[in-house]
């Protein structure tokens, strides 16, 4: 049984408009490839029901997605996380720098990202710490994951400028 994704309650901006045509066609083939798909809910290593691509809005145990499902999740989900960077990170932002930062948030969400010290030494300027800080970001339930380290090292890349977007 398949089951439809929420209808939009209010008009979407659209993630170019957000973040650019460069950093959202990256952000398109970055994310999906740091997630994954899966088609059904299942936990997440933290614990935390999740179905399409990291979806965890309004995630029910047994539901099935589509492809399509999926993907418009994606958009949507894509386009709340960079609004979110967006409004929290005030400082000019490389096309790099927004795909490490939305990439990140998508990740560990848009609240923890906008308290964390990546979005506060970015809005200092200092945009080399917020870059490193990246890193700090490898832990489930207190330990280190690698596909965690792996995935802040690509996002380090691309926010320091050593990865073209």
């Not at 179905?51 to 029910?60: I, L, S």
């Not at 000019?92 to 969400?109: M, R, S």
């Not at 308290?115 to 207190?142: E, F, P, T, Y």
């Not at 890349?157 to 990865?163: A, I, L, S, T, V």
Request: glycine share 10%.
């Amino acid at each position: 049984m398949t089951t439809p994704v929420a209808p939009e309650t209010k008009p979407r901006r659209g993630l170019v408009a957000i973040v650019g045509a460069v950093a959202a066609a990256a952000l398109l083939v970055v994310v999906p490839k740091n997630e994954g798909t899966v088609l059904t809910t299942y936990r997440d290593m933290g614990g935390v029901l999740t179905y399409c691509t990291g979806a965890t809005e309004d995630a029910q145990w047994g539901k099935t997605y589509t492809p399509d499902q999926c993907r418009a999740q994606l958009d949507k989900d894509l386009e709340l996380h960079a609004e979110g960077v967006m409004a929290c990170v005030r400082a000019p932002l490389t096309d790099g720098q927004k795909v490490a930062f939305v990439d990140t948030a998508y990740n560990i969400g848009v609240s923890a990202f906008c308290g964390s010290s990546m979005a506060r030494k970015a809005n200092a300027g200092d945009m080399a710490g917020a870059c490193a800080a990246l890193s700090l970001w490898v832990n489930v339930n207190g330990k280190p994951v690698r596909g965690l380290v792996n995935r802040r090292a690509l996002a380090r890349e691309y926010c320091e400028g050593r990865r073209a977007v």
